[in-house]
T-cell receptor, first 117, second 116 residues
Framework: AQSVAQPEDQVNVAEGNPLTVKCTYS??????LFWYVQYPNRGLQFLLK??????LVKGSYGFEAEFNKSQTSFHLKKPSALVSDSALYFC???????????????FGKGTHLIIQP | KAGVTQTPRYLIKTRGQQVTLSCSPI?????VSWYQQTPGQGLQFLFE???????NKGNFPGRFSGRQFSNSRSEMNVSTLELGDSALYLC???????????????FGPGTRLTVT
């Protein structure tokens, strides 16, 4: 079965500093990796995905993520944090060998990102 | 292009009642999935529909059911509500089914269900 781990429940960063939200995964075959963001009382918004190709993926709102196959990681990064980046971030994994349903796309527990002015 | 819409946005029900939630996917999307989100359990997959067929179901009791119509709109129903059913119910649509998925899902704003 595939799985996602987001080891930090909360990450605190000062505005203007770089931020990293960590994600590691386990899956059969080559992974498809996603990051979503959720603002209070809203649904999840797609940020970026890695399917194949360049290990550094650029997404919405200045976010990027680095795929590291040897470390089975897909950390979310941003060079300079904004207060408006404060939200709940979810990492998700799938692969071409995934089944359907919950095994098709597995989400991590989420990481609260708090950007302090 | 309009996003995923869910109605109603907020709902308060009493234990033992039943409830129906509605989801309209992005135009052209034929896969609709439902998730339950709670602070303790996080995002939990309920079921997925594609072309009016339920393809997969998560580990939820039979009180939770759903269906999809020919226009890809979907409804989920919860019968005999329990206090523990209080949650944010999210609907997500995608171009393709979740099997071997590489397409991203697009989520609606959710329906906040409170059971008293």
């Amino acid at each position: 079965a595939q799985s996602v781990a987001q080891p930090e429940d909360q990450v605190n960063v000062a505005e203007g500093n770089p931020l990293t939200v960590k994600c590691t995964y386990s899956v059969s075959g080559n992974p498809y990796l996603f990051w979503y963001v959720q603002y209070p009382n809203r649904g999840l918004q797609f940020l970026l995905k890695y399917i194949t190709g360049d290990n550094l993926v650029k997404g919405s709102y200045g976010f990027e993520a680095e795929f590291n196959k040897s470390q089975t990681s897909f950390h979310l990064k941003k060079p300079s944090a904004l207060v408006s980046d404060s939200a709940l971030y979810f990492c998700a994994v799938s692969s071409m060998y995934s089944g359907g349903g919950a095994d098709g796309l597995t989400f991590g527990k989420g990481t609260h990102l708090i950007i302090q002015p | 292009k309009a996003g995923v819409t869910q109605t109603p946005r907020y709902l308060i029900k009493t234990r033992g009642q039943q409830v129906t939630l509605s989801c309209s996917p992005i135009s052209g999307h034929r896969s609709v999935s439902w998730y339950q989100q709670t602070p303790g359990q996080g995002l939990q997959f309920l079921f997925e529909y594609f072309s009016e067929t339920q393809r997969n179901k998560g580990n939820f009791p039979g009180r939770f059911s759903g269906r999809q119509f020919s226009n890809s709109r979907s409804e989920m129903n919860v019968s005999t509500l329990e206090l523990g059913d209080s949650a944010l119910y999210l609907c997500a649509s995608s171009l393709a089914p979740l099997t071997g998925v590489s397409y991203e899902q697009y989520f609606g704003p959710g329906t906040r269900l409170t059971v008293t």
